[in-house]
């Protein structure tokens, strides 16, 4: 818990940093890039997360494997590791790509569907978004085979259960209280 809070005011902190300097959107590239490599590379993970590896060597594991980004972000490297909160650096990443798509009015809506989603499926999910906000909405597509069918749409604190599991149980309760 501490280290969210940590990683959403370091993020707040970047946000306002690029907000200023005009880079926010480049950041934003950067930052999704950083998230989407430590989530996907559990060894980057365990080495920012390692106490045994020193700093110098992981600052250099990161500007190999970012040699491209934008000195705002690497300079969040910096900072992290002066700070010894490196291993925060996914978290921190994650954060403000959430607080920039909230500052854009942009939100992320998660779909979650038994079977990848058809374009079909796809069409009628954004029919219903459009009934719960008006903000511009990117999908996100989560499989779980345990819904059966039909889909479970999360966009912000607002959810609509349009699967076949949830109308089973509802029968079900439905059956066992007459």
Same mark, same amino acid.
């Given at each position: 818990m501490a280290g969210t809070r940590a990683a959403i005011r370091y993020a707040k902190a970047v946000l306002s940093l690029a907000s200023q300097q005009k880079a926010a959107e480049a950041v934003s590239k950067d930052m999704k890039l950083i998230a989407t490599t430590i989530d996907e590379n559990e060894e980057l993970s365990q080495v920012l997360k390692s106490a045994i590896v020193k700093s110098d060597e992981k600052k250099a594991a990161l500007t +190999? &494997?970012?040699?491209?980004?934008?000195? #705002?972000?690497?300079?969040?490297?910096?900072? $992290?590791?002066?700070?010894?909160?490196?291993?925060?650096?996914?978290?921190?990443?994650?954060?403000?790509?959430?607080?920039?798509?909230?500052?854009?009015?942009? +939100? &992320?809506?998660?779909?979650?569907?038994? #079977?990848?989603?058809?374009?079909?499926?796809? $069409?009628?999910v954004l029919a219903k978004i459009k009934e719960l906000t008006s903000k511009a909405v990117e999908l996100e597509n989560i499989v779980d085979e345990s819904i059966l069918g039909g889909f479970i749409l999360r966009v912000g604190d607002k959810q609509y259960n349009a699967s076949i599991a949830n109308k089973l149980n509802k029968l079900k309760r439905e059956f066992t209280l007459n």
């Open positions: +190999q &494997i970012f040699p491209k980004i934008n000195t #705002i972000s690497s300079e969040l490297f910096n900072l $992290l590791m002066s700070n010894k909160r490196i291993d925060i650096l996914g978290d921190v990443a994650t954060k403000y790509n959430q607080l920039f798509d909230v500052l854009n009015g942009k +939100q &992320i809506a998660q779909v979650t569907t038994a #079977i990848p989603m058809t374009d079909d499926l796809e $069409l009628k």
